[in-house]
């Protein structure tokens, strides 16, 4: 069946310094890939997607590239802020989103 | 714009109890999904309903769960005779409709936290 495979945290960053959570996954044809980001005691918000091979989402400096040939959607940020701490979730599928365990990022002035 | 609101936040059921989790999605989405959080992992597809259908179903419990999503009113997912291992957040997603390749973008709502003492 369809998975996802995200690194495991938490991943522990300063202020501004450059961030990459891995994310990759199987699936049965080109799924949309989506990363959501939930805070602590709150539901998820979609933090960016991408919809078809090499399509780049973007928002609120966050990145993510759909590699359809690595099967990835590596979320990336340059410079991470205090309140970038939340856990992070990559999820591809279509009417039914497939998420992984998430990636908590923990960032400390 | 409200967002997907669910009610209760919190729900706390002794064992055989039954829970009711309700559902409103975004005004204009015609389109409901159940996830379940257990504590420490990711969202789980459960159910996927369209008003008055069940879409897909294949992550629900063969038994005691059910859901629905009626012609008015919000969505409902119903555990009957709740167990411990129901404690969980169940988080409700809304989206407009279905594009023509299946896929869509999902909102979430703040989840139901159940507690089953």
């Known amino acids: 069946g369809d998975s996802v495979t995200q690194m495991e945290g938490p991943v522990t960053l300063s202020e501004e310094a450059f961030l990459t959570i891995n994310c990759t996954y199987t699936?049965?044809?080109?799924?949309?890939l989506f990363w959501y980001v939930q805070y602590p005691g709150e539901g998820l918000q979609l933090l960016l997607k991408?919809?078809?091979?090499?399509d780049k989402g973007s928002n609120k400096g966050f990145e993510a590239t759909y590699r359809k040939e690595t099967t990835s959607f590596h979320l990336e940020k340059g410079s991470v802020q205090v309140s970038d701490s939340a856990v992070y979730f990559c999820?591809?599928?279509?009417?039914?989103?497939?998420f992984g365990t998430g990636t908590r990022l923990q960032v400390f002035p | 714009n409200a967002g997907v609101m669910q009610n209760p936040r919190h729900l706390v059921r002794r064992r055989g109890q039954e829970a009711r989790l309700r559902c409103s999605p975004m005004?204009?989405?015609?389109?409901v999904y159940w996830y379940r959080q257990l504590p420490e992992e990711g969202l789980k597809f459960m159910v996927y309903?369209?008003?008055?259908?069940?879409?897909?179903e294949s992550g629900m419990p063969k038994e005691r769960f059910s859901a629905e999503f009626p012609k008015e009113g919000p969505s409902i997912l119903r555990i009957q005779q709740v167990v411990r291992g129901d404690s969980a957040a169940y988080f409700c997603?809304?989206?407009?409709?279905?594009?023509?390749?299946?896929?869509?973008?999902?909102?979430f709502g703040p989840g139901t936290r159940l507690t089953v003492l």
């Open positions: 997603a809304s989206s407009r409709y279905r594009d023509a390749t299946g896929k869509n973008e999902q909102f």
């Open positions: 699936a049965t044809g080109y799924p949309s």
């Open positions: 991408a919809t078809k091979a090499d």
């Open positions: 999820a591809p599928g279509a009417d039914k989103l497939i």
């Open positions: 005004k204009g989405h015609s389109h």
């Open positions: 309903l369209q008003k008055e259908n069940i879409i897909d």
